[in-house]
């Protein structure tokens, strides 16, 4: 069993830059990947990132490539989302997710149906 829990979403203005940041208890040593999805108002959950946790292999959706990079920090089961020249299109409810299953399709890591656990989110507001 994995929890995950979310920080470092606010309000920022267009421009600016956030670090979200997601630590992971319980039976950490299980993980195989982590990954941070969205929800806008009124729009259903999309992928944004997600990485392989032992190898550090990194997965971007298209909208996000170049302004956002997603880390690890293996020692203490946290991973962060450095969002930088946030847009008010970036606006929403930022989730984190992980999984301890193998996903060997690299399609499954765009998928949210690709995670098993899930935290309340975080909000991040970018005001124009």
């Known amino acids: 069993q994995i929890q995950v829990v979310e920080s470092g979403g606010g309000l920022v203005q267009t421009g600016g830059s956030l670090r979200l940041s997601c630590a992971a208890s319980?039976?950490?040593?299980?993980?195989?990947?982590m990954g941070w999805f969205r929800q806008a108002p009124g729009k259903e959950r999309e992928f944004v990132a997600a990485?392989?946790?032992?190898?550090?292999?990194?997965y971007y959706a298209d909208f996000v490539k170049g302004l956002f990079t997603i880390s690890r920090d293996y020692r203490y089961s946290t991973m962060y989302l450095q969002m930088n020249s946030l847009k008010p299109e970036d606006t929403g409810v930022y989730y984190c997710?992980?999984?301890?299953?193998?996903?060997?399709?690299?399609?499954?890591?765009?998928?949210?149906?690709?995670?098993?656990?899930w935290g309340q989110g975080t909000q991040v507001t970018v005001s124009s």
């Open positions: 319980g039976r950490t040593f299980r993980l195989y990947g």
């Open positions: 997710a992980a999984t301890t299953t193998t996903i060997a399709a690299g399609s499954r890591w765009y998928a949210s149906s690709g995670f098993d656990y």
């Open positions: 990485i392989e946790w032992s190898g550090g292999t990194t």
